[in-house]
Each structure stands twice: as C-alpha cells, then as structure tokens.
C-alpha cells in the first residue's frame, strides 16, 4: 500500500512540475502572440492532471479493494494520465484540436 501512495505522490509531483514548464511554454505564446490558447490548456490541464493523484494518495487505503484491483486502478490511473498530457501536449505543438470536421459523422452541421 506504501508503495502506491508513494508512486501517487511522485506522478503527481512529476506532473506538477511540467505544468510549471508548460506554463513558461504558455508565457512564451502570450509575448509571440501564436498558440496562447493551446499552452494556456496544455499549463492548466497539467495542473489539474497533477493535483488528482496527490488527492488519491490520502483515500487509497479507504478503497474497499483487494491488492491486486488496488495495484491496476493505480497503475491504469496513472496511464490514462500521461497518455491525456501527450496528447495535450502534441495538440499544443501542431496546433491541432483533433476535431476536425467529425461532427458531419454525428449529423451535425456546423
């Protein structure tokens, strides 16, 4: 269990500490003038990204679950995180959303 935790604090650490990079990224868009938005989500996703394990870290032991369902929630946890933060990150620097025109497949025209 001590050992999840910890792992929780530090993957939130980590990611703490590259919204603090994203957010000279974002510093560096506002004096250029191009991509301010996509840094400015690229800093506060991070942040937010950042701040959910730490406050896992506290309920872990409260999770009614035996280890091995402990150990793959962290685990998988952790995962979708850094997969949602890559893909921040390489739509911040393409300058791509990912939209597109999918909203012709739902029907919608806009």
């Known amino acids: ?3 999840l935790k910890i792992f929780l ?3 939130g650490a980590l990611i703490l500490l590259m919204s603090f990079i994203g957010g000279v990224c974002f510093a560096k868009a506002i004096t250029s003038g191009k991509g301010e938005v996509a840094w400015r989500v690229v800093h506060s996703e991070r942040s937010i990204a950042g701040i959910m394990p730490l406050a896992l870290v506290p309920i872990l032991p409260l999770l009614a679950l035996p280890f091995w369902r402990l150990h793959c929630f962290t685990w998988s946890f952790s995962l979708g995180t850094w997969i949602l933060i890559i893909g921040i990150i390489a739509a911040a620097i393409t300058g791509s959303r990912g939209l597109g025109n999918s909203n012709l497949l739902l029907g919608y025209n806009c």
Request: no cysteine; glycine share 0%.
């Open 1 to 3: 269990m001590e050992f």
């Open 9 to 11: 604090a530090l993957q």
